[in-house]
């Protein structure tokens, strides 16, 4: 969308999607800031138990040397 000078501007997402986004980036940065030592715990949570088997299930494509697999 652009106005009448020329200026590009984003539209805005109907209703209360700006309130969500901003929300969850406040969430995501505590999880990945203060809140980082819980990481572990939330991702099994959400994950329904199975982070660990989804890390393990790549193993067998893994080649060379690796430093972090799954990470984040």
């Known amino acids: 969308m652009s106005d009448h000078d020329g200026t590009i501007r984003a539209q805005q997402p109907p209703g209360g999607c700006c309130a969500l986004a901003h929300l969850v980036r406040w969430a995501f940065e505590r999880l990945y800031r203060e809140f980082a030592w819980t990481y572990d715990m939330v991702a099994v949570a959400v994950s329904?138990?199975?982070?660990?088997?989804?890390?393990?299930?790549?193993?067998?494509?893994?080649?060379?040397?690796?430093?972090?697999?799954?990470?984040g």
């Open 48 to 71: 329904g138990g199975l982070w660990r088997r989804w890390g393990l299930a790549a193993l067998p494509y893994v080649r060379g040397r690796v430093l972090e697999l799954g990470f």
